[in-house]
T-cell receptor
Framework: ELKVEQNPLFLSMQEGKNYTIYCNYS?????LYWYRQDPGKSLESLFV?????AVKQEGRLMASLDTKARLSTLHITAAVHDLSATYFC??????????????FGTGTLLAVQP | SQTIHQWPATLVQPVGSPLSLECTVE??????LYWYRQAAGRGLQLLFY??????ISSEVPQNLSASRPQDRQFILSSKKLLLSDSGFYLC??????????FGEGSWLTVV
């Protein structure tokens, strides 16, 4: 059974600082997603990582994937308050399948303090 | 462009009452459709997914059911709600093998 774990679960950081959120998964998968969720809102797709060594960047967020280690990271550079949200990683439950059943991590609640 | 809508946005239902949440997708055909639930302060749990009309797969045993009467319509139902059914329900869609996009969500409180 595929399990996805994120750490930390909660992250309080100051504006301008850098930090990394980690996502580990237990079995082989062919793609990994990062989503953002604002309080009381739905999920917004941030990144999809499709291959070993994939790196994608959008603004102050950069995501990477190491399929051999079954690890993805979401790096935050020079955090700003607008980045405060819960971040989820999600892994496809059945590699190579068409159904895209996503198994989600527990989420990381990020609070950026001024 | 593709859009996804689900309703109602919020509802408060008594224990034992029925439930119907609806979701429609526009701008695409034959999408994969999903229902997820998010309990308060928790992650997302996949409840049902569908790859075509009338084709429903259930991920967890529960008193909920799903139906797909039309290609771009997905309905989540219950005959008798339990307190534990409270949560944030999210409908989602994807083209095969591509990113999953979520609807706005429906807040259900069972009292």
């Amino acid at each position: 059974e595929l399990k996805v774990e994120q750490n930390p679960l909660f992250l309080s950081m100051q504006e301008g600082k850098n930090y990394t959120i980690y996502c580990n998964y237990s079995t082989t998968s062919d793609r990994l997603y990062w989503y953002r969720q604002d309080p009381g809102k739905s999920l917004e797709s941030l990144f999809v990582l499709l291959s070993n060594g994939a790196v994608k960047q959008e603004g102050r967020l950069m995501a990477s994937l190491d399929t051999k280690a079954r690890l993805s990271t979401l790096h935050i550079t020079a955090a700003v308050h607008d980045l405060s949200a819960t971040y989820f990683c999600a892994v496809v439950g059945r590699p190579g399948g068409a159904t895209n059943k996503l198994i989600f991590g527990t989420g990381t609640l990020l609070a950026v303090q001024p | 462009s593709q859009t996804i809508h689900q309703w109602p946005a919020t509802l408060v239902q008594p224990v034992g009452s029925p439930l119907s949440l609806e979701c429609t997708v526009e701008g695409t055909s034959n999408p994969n459709l999903y229902w997820y639930r998010q309990a308060a302060g928790r992650g997302l749990q996949l409840l049902f997914y569908s790859v075509g009309i009338g084709q429903i797969s259930s991920e967890v045993p529960q008193n909920l059911s799903a139906s797909r009467p039309q290609d771009r319509q997905f309905i989540l139902s219950s005959k008798k709600l339990l307190l534990s059914d409270s949560g944030f329900y999210l409908c989602a869609w994807s083209a095969a093998g591509n990113t999953i996009y979520f609807g706005e969500g429906s807040w259900l409180t069972v009292v």
